[in-house]
């Protein structure tokens, strides 16, 4: 096991050896195995965006287990997806890739200005179907906010008891928000910290910008002088929110970009010492060795030589 993997597991002092074994295996599969680095492929866009506007630009993309080998193929950490995606493909392709599963989910068919998410899998699903983890969604931001907290704080429970590893998706959303407000760098930084003290091991939230939303906190940033005018620095204060980096976050990829534009945005995460991508639509809505190329590029970008973070005090 390397160094990196080593002191990583060493900030979840409380977690059972199951647990550990769990998050070890995120971490030492793929081609960033023992970097401490996470490139995961999710697709619960069907869910979530609808199947035509996930899937039509790539038909075979309709197909679960297309995901489970593309994923496979590219040498990812890890693919997430909801119950059924992963129960059509999780016999075939077992023990090819670590899995989490989605265990919450919300559509699009009504338009809500509070969002929430539905229970859509349990922990035994995830333990039946072999799966390394689960993931869930909160909407800080949302009026529903609370009851997403208390759901992630009883499911975030049980699957610690059962050695497996939690992942949230903490993404600011709901009518007090404007989209701009959502991706907030005082918001995203807010977002993270809820995650992490909800008890994530694994932090996924959006890139901020440099947006300052709360008043109360334009005061703090201006007067402590917190560095947020390239994307690089405010990943690093984003990680800096998750317990001084002692929290894994990763940052989610979002709708379909141009190459050198998310790559861009994968450098800045990692000079920013993010942990890494989760790349869903960018990767799957492209023909398979297209998608391979874009996925492998990222990698190589996370797998290249860190350098001493900026600030000592961050991990």
């Known amino acids: ?21 769990n998050l070890t295996r995120l971490l030492n599969h793929g081609k960033l195995a023992g970097t401490g680095r996470l490139v995961i492929l999710p697709v619960d866009q069907g869910f979530e965006h609808g199947p035509a506007s996930s899937f039509a630009p790539n038909p075979p993309a309709y197909d679960p287990r297309y995901h489970f080998e593309l994923a496979i193929a590219a040498g990812c ?31 699009i068919l009504l338009s809500e200005a509070d969002p929430t998410q539905a229970l859509t899998g349990s922990i035994q699903d995830a333990l039946r179907l072999g799966c390394v983890g689960i993931g869930f969604t909160i909407y800080p931001g949302s009026a529903y906010r609370s009851e997403m907290y208390e759901q992630i704080r009883a499911c975030a429970e049980e699957a610690k008891r059962h050695g497996l590893v939690v992942m949230i998706w903490s993404y600011a959303r709901g009518s007090g928000l404007n989209k701009r407000g959502e991706t907030a760098i005082d918001v995203i930084g807010y977002a993270a910290q809820i995650a992490a003290q909800l008890g994530a091991h694994i932090i996924k939230v959006k890139l901020p910008n440099e947006h300052i939303e709360q ?10 002088q917190i560095p947020i005018a390239t994307l690089t620095e405010r990943v690093h204060h984003v990680v ?76």
Not at 3 to 18: A, M, T
Not at 79 to 99: D, M, N, S
Request: hydrophobic share 40%.
């Open 77 to 107: 950490n890890a693919y997430a997806a909801p119950l059924g995606f992963l129960e059509a493909g999780a016999r075939e392709f077992a023990g090819e890739i670590p899995l989490i599963l989605k265990a919450n989910n919300h559509d």
């Open 240 to 315: 800096q929110c998750a317990f001084n980096g002692r929290r894994i976050v990763i940052f989610s990829g979002g709708p379909l970009d141009t190459d050198e534009a998310f790559f861009d945005e994968a450098r800045a995460i990692h000079a920013g010492h993010g942990f890494g991508s989760v790349v869903g639509r960018n990767s799957f809505q492209r023909s398979k060795p297209d998608a391979l190329r874009f996925l492998n590029t990222i990698i190589d970008i996370y797998g290249e030589q860190l350098a001493p973070a900026r600030t000592p005090a961050l991990i």
């Open 1 to 21: 096991m390397s160094h990196r993997v080593k002191e990583i597991l060493s900030w979840y002092g409380s977690d059972n050896p199951g647990t550990l074994t």
């Open 215 to 224: 008043d109360a906190a334009r005061r703090v940033y201006e007067q402590e």
